[in-house]
T-cell receptor, first 117, second 113 residues
Framework: GAVVSQHPSWVICKSGTSVKIECRSL??????MFWYRQFPKQSLMLMAT?????????EQGVEKDKFLINHASLTLSTLTVTSAHPEDSSFYIC?????????????FGPGTRLTVL | GENVEQHPSTLSVQEGDSAVIKCTYS??????FPWYKQELGKRPQLIID?????GEKKDQRIAVTLNKTAKHFSLHITETQPEDSAVYFC????????????FGTGTRLQVTL
């Protein structure tokens, strides 16, 4: 149980285009989903926290107009990188936390490798 | 906000030896401490976690200890195997539905034959 999927697993796009990444909890309902960014050989940096039915909370320094997050249901959150540029190239990973009260565990998706040319 | 420091950044051990990774945190409100293992290009996988009402937890070859007074916690892997080679991340957070994890910088563990 507690499986999180992410789509696509990798994407290459031209500079200036937008890219949408989906994060789904397959066998549980996720009250909260998180979006992280990871550069090579570095740690996971939290970008934003997404709660179902409400606006995402962005970490300091993350542009909310560039990284659009939508959490339309208890099993789906999307991250859209708008007007992507080469510096946005990175490994993007989502995680989901189960709905049950008192559950702290975050389950991670397999990640999406974005390359912007 | 929370700050988590992790040491060492790299660790090389011989197969069968033990490996210890240490983390410190700054926020006394943190009370949930998971450890994740990440292989190259893969997702982080939870290997063990501990909450502040417990001082030690063990799962087969893996154990975690927590010292809330000193604000540090450690991962212990015994009888290491080549498949233990990966990057390990510690993290800390307060509990609650909106609480977020703050990750350490990671430790690259290499188990040699």
């Amino acid at each position: 149980g507690a499986v999180v999927s992410q789509h696509p697993s990798w994407v290459i796009c031209k500079s200036g285009t937008s890219v949408k990444i989906e994060c789904r909890s397959l066998d549980f309902q996720a009250t909260t989903m998180f979006w992280y960014r990871q550069f090579p050989k570095q740690s996971l940096m939290l970008m934003a926290t997404s709660n179902e039915g409400s606006k995402a909370t962005y970490e300091q320094g993350v542009e909310k107009d560039k990284f659009l997050i939508n959490h339309a249901s208890l099993t789906l959150s999307t991250l859209t990188v708008t007007s992507a540029h080469p510096e946005d190239s990175s490994f993007y990973i989502c995680s989901a936390r189960q709905r049950e009260v008192g559950t702290d565990t975050q389950y991670f998706g397999p990640g999406t490798r974005l390359t912007v040319l | 906000g929370e700050n988590v420091e992790q040491h060492p950044s790299t660790l090389s051990v011989q197969e069968g030896d033990s490996a210890v990774i240490k983390c410190t945190y700054s926020d006394s409100a943190s009370n949930y401490f998971p450890w994740y293992k990440q292989e190259l290009g893969k997702r982080p996988q939870l290997i063990i976690d501990i909450r502040s009402n417990v001082g030690e937890k063990k799962d087969q070859r893996i154990a975690v200890t927590l010292n809330k007074t000193a604000k540090h916690f450690s991962l212990h892997i015994t009888e290491t195997q080549p498949e233990d080679s990966a990057v390990y991340f510690c993290a800390a957070s307060p509990t609650g539905t909106a609480s977020k994890l703050t990750f350490g910088t990671g430790t690259r563990l290499q188990v040699t034959l």
